[in-house]
T-cell receptor
Framework: QKEVEQNSGPLSVPEGAIASLNCTYS??????FFWYRQYSGKSPELIMS????GDKEDGRFTAQLNKASQYVSLLIRDSQPSDSATYLC???????????FGAGTRLAVHP | GAVVSQHPSRVICKSGTSVKIECRSL??????MFWYRQFPKQSLMLMAT?????????EQGVEKDKFLINHASLTLSTLTVTSAHPEDSSFYIC???????????FGPGTRLTVT
């Protein structure tokens, strides 16, 4: 079992729709979770962090965390073509200061 | 805020030579920096954790004598790829941790091509 599982996609959504990206993780000790966006050929960019169960909203982005289910998700409202990228889920490994990256979900927003 | 730079952005070198990559946190101090490598269409692979003033901690399978890391100040870490070979060609990315938040901010990356 991989430490962080994400659907590789591509997830294709029309412009203006809600994109839902999901992630499960295996380390029950993880307490901090991050979503990064990576455009092709570029380095990752931090878009959301979440530490507590529940929802956290920041502009068009909402992160959701359920530690009991070891599940974290990212919702992107009013998706734009510029949101087309690979989204990486990254919990912090329990007891260490290291991010454990999933393989990422490729999102394609079409006009 | 939380800007990280890398230099150079691209480098082409001949097999057998060494290449140094610099990673700087521009507007914050970073006790901890990380070095990653990413091959095309693959996820990031953590190479090592760099702590200011101490030896780097390398991930399993990463040769510490080949990938020399120095973190001499709270704003600068360097990665030197020694005796580079074509299989070392990759996208090298550093990140720096902001305070005690666990948030990692990434540099723009360095694309290394070894001919």
């Amino acid at each position: 079992q991989k430490e962080v599982e994400q659907n590789s996609g591509p997830l294709s959504v029309p412009e203006g729709a809600i994109a839902s990206l999901n992630c499960t993780y295996s380390d029950r000790g993880s307490q901090s979770f991050f979503w990064y966006r990576q455009y092709s050929g570029k380095s990752p960019e931090l878009i959301m962090s979440i530490y507590s169960n529940g929802d956290k909203e920041d502009g068009r982005f909402t992160a959701q965390l359920n530690k009991a289910s070891q599940y974290v998700s990212l919702l992107i409202r009013d998706s734009q073509p510029s949101d087309s990228a690979t989204y990486l889920c990254a919990p912090i490994s329990g007891g260490y200061n290291k991010l454990i990256f999933g393989a990422g979900t490729r999102l394609a927003v079409h006009p | 805020g939380a800007v990280v730079s890398q230099h150079p952005s691209r480098v082409i070198c001949k097999s057998g030579t060494s290449v140094k990559i610099e990673c700087r946190s521009l507007d914050f101090q970073a006790t901890t920096m990380f070095w990653y490598r990413q091959f095309p269409k693959q996820s990031l692979m953590l190479m090592a954790t760099s702590n200011e003033g101490s030896k780097a901690t390398y991930e399993q399978g990463v040769e510490k004598d080949k990938f020399l890391i120095n973190h001499a100040s709270l704003t600068l870490s360097t990665l030197t790829v020694t005796s580079a070979h074509p299989e070392d060609s990759s996208f090298y990315i550093c990140s720096a941790v902001l305070g005690t938040s666990y948030e990692q901010y990434f540099g723009p990356g360095t694309r290394l091509t070894v001919t």
